[in-house]
C-alpha cells in the first residue's frame, strides 16, 4: 500500500460544489484514470482518503491537498512514477480540477488536517475598495484583540492572524492559522477592515505544515 499527497488546483465550475462532492469528484477521476484504490474496512466500505480543510463555496484554491492510499504491488516494482501518474490523473479529471504535484508518503503517518498549521489568502476585492485600505490593515494589525461571533461562540480573530501584505490597491495577501482549534477566515478579516465580505474574490493559494511535514 502505498499514500500519496495531492496538490491541485479548485477553479472554475468545480467552485461551486461542496466539500463532499469534492470528494465524490476525486473518487470517480481516480476510477477513470484505472489507480487501484484502498478501501475503508467495515459493512460500508469507501475510498481511503484524507482531505485538507475544505474550501467554502465560490473561493479558488491554487494548492489544495488531498491523501489517498493505492495498492500498488511495490514488491514487484509495478509502481508507476508520480508523474505518470500526475499525468493519468490530470487526464481524467474534469475541468475546474488540475493536480499540480504528487509525492509519497509513508502510509501510516500524521493525517493531513493534522499537520497543517497556516494558509495563505489572497483577497481581491470588487468594485471600488476604499482608499485607505493600507492604513486600516495597519489599525487592525494593532489592535491587541478583535473580538467576534463565529456560530454563535465568541472568539478572537487576532491571534488568528499571522501576517496581511496589500499587494494593490484592491488587494492583500494574508496568512491566518488553519487548525483544527484555531482556523482564520479572510472574509472575516475583510469584514473587520470594514470591506462587505461578498464584495471580494478569495483564492486560497498554499497550505503551510508543520516542520518536517
Same mark, same amino acid.
Given at each position: 500500500?502505498?499514500?500519496?499527497?495531492?496538490? %491541485?488546483?479548485? &477553479?472554475?465550475?468545480?467552485? +461551486?460544489?461542496?466539500? !463532499?462532492?469534492?470528494?465524490?469528484?476525486?473518487?470517480?477521476?481516480?476510477?477513470?484514470? #484505472?489507480?487501484? !484504490?484502498? +478501501?475503508?474496512?467495515? %459493512?460500508?466500505?469507501?475510498? #481511503?482518503?484524507?482531505?485538507?480543510?475544505?474550501? =467554502?463555496?465560490?473561493?479558488?484554491?491554487?494548492?489544495?491537498?488531498?491523501?489517498?492510499? %493505492?495498492?500498488?504491488? /511495490? @514488491?514487484?516494482?509495478?509502481?508507476?512514477?508520480? @508523474?505518470?501518474?500526475?499525468?493519468?490523473?490530470?487526464?481524467?479529471? =474534469?475541468?475546474?480540477?488540475?493536480?499540480?504535484?504528487?509525492?509519497?508518503? @509513508?502510509? +501510516?503517518?500524521?493525517?493531513? /488536517?493534522?499537520?497543517? $498549521? /497556516?494558509?495563505?489568502?489572497?483577497?481581491?476585492?470588487?468594485?471600488?475598495? =476604499?482608499? $485607505?485600505?493600507?492604513?486600516?490593515?495597519?489599525? !487592525?494589525?494593532?489592535?491587541?484583540?478583535?473580538?467576534?461571533?463565529?456560530? #454563535?461562540?465568541?472568539?478572537?480573530?487576532?491571534?488568528?492572524?499571522?501576517?496581511?501584505?496589500? /499587494?494593490?490597491?484592491?488587494? &492583500?495577501?494574508?496568512?491566518?492559522?488553519?487548525?483544527?482549534?484555531?482556523?482564520?477566515?479572510?472574509?472575516?478579516?475583510?469584514?473587520?477592515?470594514?470591506?462587505? =465580505?461578498?464584495?471580494?474574490? +478569495?483564492?486560497?493559494?498554499? %497550505?503551510?505544515? !508543520?516542520?518536517? @511535514?
Amino acid at each position: 500500500m502505498i499514500r500519496y499527497r495531492i496538490t %491541485f488546483s479548485k &477553479f472554475g465550475p468545480l467552485r +461551486y460544489i461542496s466539500h !463532499l462532492e469534492l470528494q465524490r469528484v476525486w473518487s470517480r477521476v481516480l476510477l477513470r484514470a #484505472k489507480i487501484p !484504490l484502498t +478501501y475503508t474496512q467495515g %459493512f460500508h466500505p469507501t475510498i #481511503k482518503m484524507g482531505v485538507a480543510w475544505p474550501l =467554502p463555496l465560490g473561493w479558488t484554491g491554487e494548492a489544495e491537498l488531498i491523501d489517498f492510499w %493505492f495498492e500498488y504491488p /511495490t @514488491e514487484r516494482g509495478e509502481n508507476p512514477l508520480p @508523474e505518470e501518474l500526475q499525468d493519468r490523473i490530470d487526464r481524467a479529471a =474534469p475541468d475546474g480540477l488540475r493536480a499540480t504535484g504528487l509525492r509519497t508518503l @509513508e502510509p +501510516y503517518g500524521h493525517a493531513l /488536517t493534522t499537520v497543517i $498549521d /497556516t494558509a495563505d489568502y489572497l483577497v481581491e476585492i470588487d468594485g471600488d475598495a =476604499p482608499s $485607505d485600505l493600507s492604513a486600516r490593515i495597519e489599525e !487592525l494589525l494593532a489592535r491587541p484583540t478583535i473580538e467576534r461571533m463565529r456560530r #454563535k461562540r465568541a472568539y478572537d480573530l487576532r491571534p488568528l492572524i499571522e501576517t496581511i501584505e496589500p /499587494t494593490g490597491p484592491a488587494s &492583500f495577501r494574508t496568512r491566518m492559522a488553519a487548525r483544527d482549534s484555531a482556523m482564520g477566515r479572510p472574509d472575516e478579516l475583510l469584514d473587520e477592515l470594514r470591506v462587505r =465580505p461578498g464584495n471580494a474574490a +478569495y483564492t486560497r493559494l498554499k %497550505f503551510n505544515l !508543520l516542520p518536517g @511535514e
